[in-house]
Each structure stands twice: as C-alpha cells, then as structure tokens.
C-alpha cells in the first residue's frame, strides 16, 4: 500500500497515538445466532472500517441487560439474546486500531460476524495487550 495507508488505518497526532491491540475486553449483545458461542470460537472481527480474524478467548461473565450487573461469572457458552463480557484476541500477528468506548466512541465499537451473518454487537471496555 502506498504510504502505508489502508483500509482499516486510522490518521492520529503523532502525540496522541492511537493504540493498536491484539486482546481486549468488550461488553457484547448475542444476536439471533443458531449455536452458542463457545470460548475459542473463530469469528471475523469488524472495528470501525476494519476487519480481521479473531477468536473469543474468555468468556468472563454474563451480565444482566438492565443493570449491567453480573449475574453468572465465567458461563459455559452464549445463547441467544445475552449480554456478556468477553475477552477477544485478534487472530495471527495483526493487531487492530480501537478505543475503550468511554474513551473513544467510534474507535470503540465492534462487530462479531461468521459465515456472513453478525453473531454479536458491542463495545471495547478494557485494551489488554
């Protein structure tokens, strides 16, 4: 790519750079999916106009929609219609350009898709590596 720009890439002040991540941790909505989501589970990542490979690397804890308030740690699978905490790892040697939410809102939102269908919706809460 000439000048190294790409899809994907996001332009910051050199004094204030935009992290780049392989793990964080995302507050998430279970869409209508026909299978629970399993930690491992392979899924495409999709943060602002960037996509890549990624894996559910923990699930952390289910939250109550309401409150936000955790209502099982560490849960088995995801169903339909939950809302979790999970911990995300981008697949290979990539990283990816994001935000904490509360930080950044449009660096901070993200999208779970397989197979051409969105499995979950949600936001960055936490950067970790």
Do not use: Q
Not at 8 to 28: I, M, N, Q, W
């Amino acid at each position: 790519v000439a000048g190294g720009l790409g899809v994907g890439s996001v332009l910051c002040h050199p004094d204030y750079p935009v992290p780049t991540v392989t793990k964080f941790e995302a507050r998430v909505v279970v869409l209508d999916i026909p299978v629970p989501l399993l930690k491992g589970a392979a899924c495409a990542l999709h943060a602002h106009v960037s996509s890549c490979e990624a894996r559910i690397e923990t699930l952390t804890a289910l939250l109550d929609p309401r409150t936000g308030e955790v209502t099982k740690a560490r849960p088995r699978c995801l169903t339909k219609g939950v809302t979790a905490v999970v911990e995300v790892a981008v697949a290979g040697k990539r990283s990816v350009c994001c935000e904490e939410y509360g930080d950044l809102r449009p660096l901070g939102r993200i999208a779970l898709r397989d197979g051409g269908r969105t499995l979950a919706v949600g936001v960055i809460n936490r950067l970790l590596a």
